[in-house]
């Protein structure tokens, strides 16, 4: 089999060929039909995150080992299963929910696994979809994508269950009140879609970028924010009737949280997904005083990735720009990324 593989922290992924796996147990071995380039890559690529303040979370020190092949948004055909993967056969299509645990601690009993102190993701701690096969350890990480186009659903496995995760922590009151969606990248018109697709009441979309406003503006958004205008907080707090009840912050800079701060209503909640970096200071009595909620949200469980295909089944996939590109070219893809000039999504087809 081949994969492109980090080596080196920041350089180019190199070309590997290795004897193509046999599947032992529970395994199934994958064809990879179609894999996304998701920006958390270049994290993974980079080899750390941002802290602010000059401080750096180095992915080596969460037990990220190099050579490692990246991809952890991939659809594939199942060519052979192991003995003991029940449910699952050779010409199977499916989507791979990459967020794997241990499976044996109680956080994934619970269906957790996202959560599990000893993650295996797929294309960060174990191998991942930049390849021409994958290995995926047993089949309840498998989903059937039913019609919906390899290419489209792909990105369903981070993108998707990430704002499907996010949204589904605003509660009922996403089909009560406008939900502030900071953030018009591919993750934002992704939320939005999602949003639209939950039933929820309106969104307002903030963006410092008026070319991603247009664009959330014509996916639906009720009205779009410029979150470089002074007064950013007083138009949301406008918009929102005094505060809003629930921000989705997909940047997760300092300017971004803060601004999302800035916006709560007493009881609202702050959901931040974005890993841009940074820090922020809070005046403890403002938790009380306002009643606010900060709360982090990472990926989705196994019963949010099966949710959310149900409602993507139901409601047809985001109709998101998907750009296509042979597995060979994933340097160039990663390059394109990083310049920030991607609208929607790259996938890789290494089996087209
Ligand atoms: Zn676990
Ligand atoms: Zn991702």
Same mark, same amino acid.
């Given at each position: 089999?081949?994969?492109?593989?980090?080596?080196?922290?920041?350089?180019?992924?190199?070309?590997?060929?290795?004897?193509?796996?046999?599947?032992?147990?529970?395994?199934?071995?994958?064809?990879?039909?179609?894999?996304?380039?998701?920006?958390?890559?270049?994290?993974?690529?980079? !080899?750390?995150?941002? *802290?602010?303040?000059?401080?750096?979370?180095?992915?080596?020190?969460?037990?990220?080992?190099?050579?490692?092949?990246?991809?952890?948004?991939?659809?594939?055909?199942? @060519?052979?299963?192991?003995?003991?993967?029940?449910?699952?056969?050779?010409?199977?299509?499916?989507?791979?929910?990459?967020?794997?645990?241990?499976?044996?601690?109680?956080?994934?009993?619970?269906?957790?696994?996202?959560?599990?102190?000893?993650?295996?993701?797929?294309?960060?701690?174990?191998?991942?979809?930049?390849?021409?096969?994958?290995?995926?350890?047993?089949?309840?990480?498998?989903?059937?994508?039913?019609?919906?186009? /390899?290419?489209?659903?792909?990105?369903?496995?981070?993108? #998707?269950?990430?704002?499907?995760?996010?949204?589904?922590?605003?509660? /009922?009151?996403?089909?009560?009140?406008?939900?502030?969606?900071?953030?018009?990248? !591919?993750?934002?018109?992704?939320?939005?879609?999602?949003?639209?697709?939950?039933?929820?009441?309106?969104?307002?979309?903030?963006?410092? +970028?008026? @070319?991603?406003?247009?664009?959330?503006?014509?996916?639906?958004?009720?009205?779009?924010?410029?979150?470089?205008?002074? +007064?950013?907080?007083?138009?949301?707090?406008?918009?929102?009737? !005094?505060?809003?009840?629930?921000?989705?912050? $997909?940047?997760?800079?300092?300017?971004?949280?803060?601004?999302? *701060?800035?916006?709560?209503?007493?009881?609202?909640? *702050?959901?931040?997904? #974005?890993?841009?970096? #940074? +820090?922020?200071?809070?005046?403890?009595?403002?938790?009380? $005083?306002?009643?606010?909620?900060?709360?982090?949200?990472?990926? !989705?469980? *196994?019963?949010?990735?099966?949710?959310?295909?149900?409602?993507?089944?139901?409601?047809?996939?985001?109709?998101?720009?998907?750009?296509?590109?042979?597995?060979?070219?994933?340097?160039?893809? $990663?390059?394109?990324?990083?310049?920030?000039?991607?609208?929607?999504?790259?996938?890789?087809?290494?089996?087209?």
């Amino acid at each position: 089999m081949k994969s492109y593989d980090v080596c080196e922290c920041g350089a180019p992924l190199r070309l590997i060929e290795r004897p193509t796996p046999k599947p032992a147990g529970t395994e199934i071995l994958l064809k990879v039909i179609a894999a996304g380039v998701c920006h958390s890559d270049l994290h993974i690529w980079d !080899g750390y995150y941002d *802290l602010g303040g000059g401080k750096r979370l180095k992915l080596s020190d969460r037990g990220v080992k190099l050579p490692l092949t990246m991809g952890h948004e991939n659809v594939g055909e199942v @060519v052979a299963v192991g003995p003991d993967a029940v449910g699952v056969k050779i010409g199977d299509r499916r989507l791979v929910h990459p967020w794997l645990g241990c499976g044996e601690c109680a956080v994934c009993r619970r269906g957790d696994e996202q959560l599990c102190r000893t993650p295996f993701s797929i294309g960060v701690f174990r191998s991942g979809g930049y390849a021409d096969h994958l290995l995926v350890p047993h089949p309840r990480y498998l989903f059937d994508i039913g019609n919906i186009a /390899p290419e489209r659903a792909a990105p369903l496995a981070c993108s #998707g269950i990430t704002t499907y995760g996010a949204l589904k922590k605003v509660g /009922p009151v996403l089909q009560e009140e406008p939900v502030v969606i900071i953030g018009a990248g !591919g993750l934002g018109l992704m939320c939005l879609a999602l949003h639209k697709a939950m039933g929820g009441k309106g969104a307002i979309v903030v963006d410092i +970028d008026p @070319v991603k406003r247009a664009a959330a503006k014509k996916a639906g958004a009720m009205m779009t924010i410029d979150s470089n205008a002074p +007064d950013a907080a007083k138009q949301i707090t406008e918009a929102t009737n !005094g505060g809003a009840e629930a921000v989705i912050d $997909l940047v997760g800079a300092s300017r971004t949280v803060q601004l999302g *701060l800035d916006s709560l209503r007493k009881g609202g909640k *702050l959901i931040i997904v #974005g890993l841009f970096g #940074g +820090d922020i200071t809070v005046p403890t009595p403002s938790f009380p $005083l306002r009643a606010i909620s900060i709360q982090g949200s990472y990926v !989705g469980s *196994l019963t949010e990735m099966a949710e959310l295909l149900d409602l993507v089944r139901r409601k047809g996939a985001p109709d998101l720009p998907v750009g296509k590109r042979p597995l060979a070219a994933v340097n160039d893809a $990663l390059e394109e990324l990083k310049s920030g000039k991607v609208v929607g999504r790259l996938v890789l087809m290494p089996a087209e």
